[in-house]
């Protein structure tokens, strides 16, 4: 059996006033996502349970398998993982968002799309106004890095929170520091960046381009590694993952899955879908499960941009679903599922809590009576996973569905 999902992160949404009420998904020209939901079935799952982070990090733990609430740690340990580090029983990593905030408001979580470069050139100077030997500033893609709190005497413990910035955009930040153990000395990296970046190089260039300067740091997800049991150890299947996020790719990683690097995959609207749905196929033939995730709808309903979120959404259908779906359909048995990670509101412009829809076609899945996918769809229908972390079992078990 060969099993293909495609994550089209945070499409789940509201009905939209200028959209004439309808959803992203109804609104857009999706033809081979109605596809499946017409050659199959279509249901709902909740991946972001009500005491946790509605966030990537918790949603696609569960998506894949994995009860968050005994495994999730935090989304900056996964991200390490992507990048290959090492971290000890004692190490925490923590999210390092290069952020910029003007009279306390953020403007803008991902500093104006900084480059990595450009990101590299500012956690050198915090490395350097940092002398704490226990701190190590590790520079990632764009505005995405981590900080690394190495040694025993971490002063964090599971009951440190701190705000994902993408929650706050357009908001005032003051009462959104971190709290909780070892919030201090966040709260003071944090602050002191404005200092360490205000006259910097990169933000006087960046500034004359007419470009968003990154005005601080944004300290945030952390946690210590997770202990995951090995995805081929619980369903004796052989996985890969395509995506351009690290924490995907850390998941990846943790679970025993190969990690398939896209060219031109940037994890923003811009992505390379083409060669996503290519790579995904050549894919299929080496791999018993391949996943393809698609961070572009959720970028645009945090910039609020319903047009945008309308176009990757038929992108992703006519770039990645329907060849994929082609492909599939050569072996005797496969099956497609169509989900994504978690609701990401343009109203609110960040991630939330709730259902999301699901649809699944191919072997041994006996079809309902579904003509789309899309919310409303998935609202009436009696298939529901309280548990999202129960659908994969499901999805995996060719006596079901």
């Not at 992507?82 to 968002?97: L, V």
């Not at 025993?152 to 955009?169: G, I, Y």
């Not at 369903?235 to 924490?247: E, P, Q, S, W």
């Not at 060669?275 to 018993?288: C, H, P, S, T």
Request: with cysteine; glycine share 6%.
């Amino acid at each position: 059996m060969k099993y293909v999902i495609v994550i089209p992160d945070g499409c789940a949404d509201q009905p939209q006033n200028e959209l004439n009420g309808l959803t992203p998904l109804q609104a857009a020209q999706i033809p081979s996502m109605d596809a499946v939901a017409k050659r199959g079935l279509v249901g709902r799952a909740n991946h972001t349970p009500a005491h946790l982070t509605a966030g990537s990090a918790v949603a696609n733990m569960s998506l894949l398998g994995y009860d968050p609430t005994r495994n999730f740690t935090g989304r900056a340990p996964l991200e390490a993982a992507a990048q290959g580090i090492e971290m000890g029983p004692d190490d925490w990593a923590i999210r390092c968002n290069l952020v910029t905030i003007i009279d306390q408001i953020m403007q803008d979580f991902t500093a104006d799309h900084i480059s990595s470069d450009e990101a590299s050139e500012l956690l050198k100077t915090a490395a350097i106004h940092t002398p704490d030997t226990q701190l190590e500033f590790l520079p990632g893609v764009s505005y995405r890095n981590l900080l690394l709190y190495r040694g025993s005497q971490a002063p964090f413990s599971a009951e440190t929170r701190a705000t994902p910035p993408h929650d706050l955009t357009d908001k005032p930040v003051g009462d959104d520091f971190p709290r909780g153990p070892g919030s201090t000395l966040l709260s003071e990296l944090m602050s002191n960046s404005v200092r360490w970046f205000s006259d910097h190089p990169v933000n006087q260039q960046r500034i004359a381009a007419g470009k968003r300067p990154a005005t601080n740091l944004w300290l945030w997800g952390l946690g210590q590694q997770p202990q995951l049991e090995s995805f081929a150890s619980l369903y004796n299947l052989r996985g890969a993952m395509i995506t351009a996020v690290d924490l995907l790719r850390g998941l990846a990683s943790l679970v025993g899955w190969e990690r398939i690097e896209v060219p031109g995959a940037t994890g923003y609207l811009d992505t390379n879908y083409a060669a996503k749905g290519e790579y995904a196929i050549q894919a299929i033939q080496k791999f018993d499960l391949v996943c393809v995730h698609v961070e572009a709808p959720d970028e645009a309903s945090h910039e609020g941009d319903v047009i945008k979120k309308i176009e990757s959404l038929q992108e992703i259908d006519r770039c990645i679903v329907q060849p994929v779906m082609s492909a599939l359909e050569q072996y005797p048995n496969w099956r497609l599922m169509i989900t994504p990670d978690h609701p990401t509101f343009l109203s609110t412009k960040t991630h939330s809590h709730g259902d999301v829809p699901f649809a699944i076609c191919g072997s041994g899945v006996t079809p309902d009576e579904s003509l789309e996918y899309n919310e409303l769809t998935a609202a009436t229908s009696t298939l529901t996973f309280p548990n999202g972390f129960e659908l994969m079992p499901q999805f995996v078990n060719q006596d079901r569905f």
